[in-house]
């Protein structure tokens, strides 16, 4: 069956580090890949989505996401965090069948140390 | 801003009554789902509607109902709730992005609670 996997549940990283966030698909075509961010109390806001083409993407907030067919992965990554990226950040792929859903991943919760 | 609301944004109701949650789209989009969020599973489709008394079950529809008379409203009913209804509830839109992909835009959320 598909499935999108966030194998990270929580994690904590100091503020100005470095961060990657793992999502791991399982899908038989190439699949429409996007990462969404929830901050607490609120809403999802769509960070990024990889649809075919450039293997890296460009998102807002000073995301990127690579999809590697080959580790079939799309991980999040931010070159240096900011106290305000702490949220709860989601993987999910969509499929073109008749619902033209969104099937998501467990979450990862990001922490941020001052 | 997608011009998404959910009414009410926050419910405490008691095992056993009926409860319905909107949402509202102030465009004319034809496609609009309802998630549920637990923690631990992400989000959930439970039903989704791709137009005026169209609507599908998704994987979790189980004790959940939903009614589309008008395009801008879509409206999930717990016919009698239960404590394992106790979630967060998102509408989401789907706005045409071109061949069969929508993207989807996320409503505030409702957050339930049965006792």
């Known amino acids: 069956a598909q499935s999108v996997t966030q194998p990270d549940i929580h994690i904590t990283v100091s503020e100005g580090a470095s961060l990657e966030l793992r999502c791991n698909y399982s899908y038989g075509a190439t699949p429409y890949l996007f990462w969404y961010v929830q901050s607490p109390g609120q809403g999802l806001q769509l960070l990024l989505k990889?649809?075919?083409?450039?293997?890296l993407v460009q998102g807002i907030k000073g995301f990127e996401a690579e999809f590697k067919r080959s580790q079939s992965s799309f991980n999040l990554r931010k070159p240096s965090v900011h106290w305000s990226d702490a949220a709860e950040y989601f993987c999910?792929?969509?499929?073109?069948?008749?619902?033209?859903?969104?099937?998501f991943g467990s979450g990862t919760q990001l922490t941020v140390l001052p | 801003d997608a011009g998404i609301t959910q009414s009410p944004r926050h419910k405490v109701t008691e095992t056993g009554t009926p409860v319905t949650l909107r949402c509202h789209q102030t465009e004319n989009h034809r496609y609009m789902y309802w998630y549920r969020q637990d923690p631990g599973h992400g989000l959930r489709l439970i039903h989704y509607s791709y137009g005026v008394k169209d609507t599908d079950k998704g994987e979790v529809s189980d004790g959940y109902s939903v009614s589309r008379s008008k395009t801008e409203d879509f409206l999930l009913t717990l016919e009698s709730a239960t404590s394992s209804q106790t979630s967060v509830y998102f509408c989401a839109i789907g706005v045409a992005g071109g061949g069969l992909y929508n993207e989807q835009f996320f409503g505030p959320g409702t957050r339930l609670t049965v006792l």
């Open positions: 999910a792929y969509f499929s073109s069948g008749s619902a033209r859903q969104l099937t």
């Open positions: 990889y649809f075919s083409g450039d293997t």
